[in-house]
């Protein structure tokens, strides 16, 4: 709504109070955390302190309550059919090692084949090249067009009939672009194999429906979200959870233990060996209230129309060329750039000169960058709550950078 609309959003976190002059341009690295998400993590440790789904008195019990609560919130965020279908990890990278491990490991074998997307992170491809060294299956690639399109019949001719599993982000964090999920995993579907989507970059800026997409797995960390790093989530279909082995084994995820043998809790606690993030979780809960709160329209208006503008002044600099769509809806707020003659780590920090946080280097996705022809780039990542005005102060500087290292305009 138009209150929305106006709102100055730093206000909610307090890290733009203590630096008034940061213009944080680095949001799909890390969100920052607005106060109530930080209430909600000490409003755990201040007063509700006890070791979750241990403890048969009340505090713990009021820990467990708050632990269950979260994750109720995630399955409302993700739109599961089943609370016991999200499962607390660390991050992404541990929530798709589950999958690698737990579900890779024991039913892939020789004559299967894996296809991943060439612009993954390598958070979504090394658990798949190991999967694919130990078991013998084989590892494919599903190539993209120079500015970052899954094409349906690029994607139709990646598939065989061996293809068992694919492993595919929603949106790139190079790119940022929104990858046909849906359509992927119909036709992953039609081929017998299952989807495993990396939602890094998706969870913070587009509604997610797993059931909607049908999707198999979905990974996304929380502190990409506005959540604190260390509380991230693995959903997975209950049919599939159910007849995996657990990834990591010990206290809190069994049901008995014998000299020699367990009986594993059932889901979701069976993937949740050691003591949780309680805190964290909690924290997740408050991060996804608060953006429910904004609401996606609000948010999502506010990003293309800061994209825009960034797009748009940056287009008129010359010697820039910002990887692809023309679209500013098709970035989700993520910009990654080249300067003409200019190295991206001199970039990154003519723009620190200036208060301005970006990101410089591979991006994780080191496949992509050989792809693509190019060592390294910049990205700038925006947020709802950044500002027409930092946006501004960013390509104004950046309008200096080849001047600064001694080219002409
Ligand atoms: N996938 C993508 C697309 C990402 O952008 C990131 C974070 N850079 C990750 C996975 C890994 O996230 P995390 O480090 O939180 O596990």
Redesign the pocket.
Known sequence: DNRNEEKDFRKDFPIFQQEKELIYLDN??TSQRPACVLEAERNFYENTNANPLRGLYELGLEATDAYENARKCVQGFLHAGKAEEIIFT?????A?NLVAYSYGLNRLGPGDEILVSIM??H??LLPWQMVSRRTGAELKFLECGQDGELTEEQIRKAFTSRTRLTAV?Q???VFGRENPIKEIVRIAHEHGAVVVA?A??SAPHIPINVQELDVDFLAF?G??LMAPMGI?VLYGKEELLQDMPPFLTGGEMIERVGRYDAVYAPLPHRFEAGTVNAAGAAALGAAIGYLEGIGWKTLQEREDRLTALALEQMEQIPGIRVLGSRDAGEHCGILTFTVEDVHPHDVASILDADHIAVRAGH??AQPLMEYLKVPSMVRASISFYNTEEEIRAFTESLSQVRRKMGYGE
């Open positions: 799909a690295a660390r991050n992404t990278t541990e798709l993954e992170h958070s979504n982000t949106v790139s964090n990396d890094a970059q960390s502190h990409k991230g991006h994780c």
